[in-house]
């Protein structure tokens, strides 16, 4: 038998109904924003001057923050696979195709998208971050004050940072992955690091490296591009600063794994 509504179950309806209506508005409002963002930032780069010094220095941060980190994930990645991977190829008496395995493994997911989610979480939360404060503390409005383009200076140099060290770093990521594997090996067996390598290439392909590292770039470009976007359009108070870098994280990982599947669907058809 149904219950009659009561006047709280109206008011609660109402409240789920506003807030989703409010959710919707955000939503739209900042996929307009986020357009005219990217728009703007596109036609900066391509009409004025190009911060060259300021590239370099991101780049260098970009590297200098994230290496140790990937090193030990690369590592560890390799491990793990390794060690997961062999029982059922010696229940099959596969273990020589273990080595190709891991490295086409490797090369072609995990080594772009681990790589791409631990610089979403370094580089995105810290370009929030930065750009954050300095919108908090009103330093990119001196800057339009003074025409100095705050876009070209502080976006432009940190999104073409991204997309160029990322992919460098991916592969740095695949070779300490691939050598965290033959380490997984020599737990168990005894191989030698040449043999070890020989035997991982045999198995990977031009079609399998080309694709992994095209891809990077727009990890690279959609964490530069939305770490700034929230740095940049942070609110004016102090807690907005963490707002915008973890909003920086989320956003991005989120877009990596979206790309990733895009990236994975065009690459089935090729």
């Given at each position: 038998?149904?219950?009659?509504?009561?006047?709280?179950?109206?008011?609660?309806?109402?409240?789920?109904?506003?807030?989703?209506?409010?959710?919707?508005?955000?939503?739209?409002?900042?996929?307009?924003?986020?357009?005219?963002?990217?728009?703007?930032?596109?036609?900066?780069?391509?009409?004025?001057?190009?911060?060259?010094?300021?590239?370099?220095?991101?780049?260098?941060?970009?590297?200098?923050?994230?290496?140790?980190?990937?090193?030990?994930?690369?590592?560890?990645?390799?491990?793990?696979?390794?060690?997961?991977?062999?029982?059922?190829?010696v229940q099959f008496g596969a273990v020589a195709m273990l080595p190709?395995?891991?490295?086409?493994?490797?090369?072609?997911?995990?080594?772009?998208?681990?790589?791409?989610?631990?610089?979403?979480?370094?580089?995105?939360?810290?370009?929030?971050?930065?750009?954050?404060?300095?919108?908090?503390?009103?330093?990119?409005?001196?800057?339009?004050?003074?025409?100095?383009?705050?876009?070209?200076?502080?976006?432009?140099?940190?999104?073409?940072?991204?997309?160029?060290?990322?992919?460098?770093?991916?592969?740095?990521?695949?070779?300490?992955?691939?050598?965290?594997?033959?380490?997984?090996?020599?737990?168990?067996?005894?191989?030698?690091?040449?043999?070890?390598?020989?035997?991982?290439?045999?198995?990977?392909?031009?079609?399998?490296?080309?694709?992994?590292?095209?891809?990077?770039?727009?990890?690279?470009?959609?964490?530069?591009?939305?770490?700034?976007?929230?740095?940049?359009?942070?609110?004016?108070?102090?807690?907005?600063?963490?707002?915008?870098?973890?909003?920086?994280?989320?956003?991005?990982?989120?877009?990596?794994?979206i790309v990733d599947l895009i990236a994975v669907q065009i690459t089935?058809?090729?």
């Amino acid at each position: 038998m149904l219950k009659p509504l009561h006047k709280s179950d109206g008011n609660s309806l109402n409240s789920v109904f506003t807030q989703v209506k409010n959710s919707s508005f955000a939503f739209f409002i900042d996929m307009a924003n986020g357009t005219e963002y990217l728009k703007t930032v596109l036609k900066n780069f391509v009409t004025k001057k190009f911060e060259f010094q300021e590239f370099l220095k991101q780049c260098y941060q970009i590297g200098n923050k994230s290496l140790g980190l990937i090193s030990i994930t690369g590592i560890i990645i390799g491990l793990v696979l390794t060690i997961q991977s062999r029982p059922p190829l010696v229940q099959f008496g596969a273990v020589a195709m273990l080595p190709g395995m891991v490295a086409v493994s490797i090369i072609r997911e995990m080594g772009p998208v681990i790589t791409a989610l631990i610089c979403a979480g370094k580089i995105g939360s810290s370009m929030g971050a930065e750009l954050g404060s300095m919108r908090v503390t009103e330093q990119i409005d001196a800057m339009e004050v003074s025409n100095t383009h705050p876009i070209n200076f502080l976006v432009i140099p940190r999104v073409a940072a991204a997309t160029v060290m990322i992919p460098l770093l991916t592969l740095y990521a695949d070779a300490i992955g691939i050598f965290g594997s033959w380490l997984g090996i020599n737990i168990k067996d005894t191989m030698s690091l040449r043999y070890f390598i020989n035997q991982a290439f045999l198995s990977v392909e031009f079609l399998d490296i080309i694709p992994a590292v095209i891809k990077s770039f727009f990890f690279g470009a959609v964490i530069g591009l939305v770490g700034c976007y929230k740095g940049y359009n942070a609110g004016r108070g102090t807690e907005s600063v963490g707002v915008a870098a973890n909003s920086a994280v989320v956003t991005a990982s989120l877009l990596v794994i979206i790309v990733d599947l895009i990236a994975v669907q065009i690459t089935d058809l090729i």
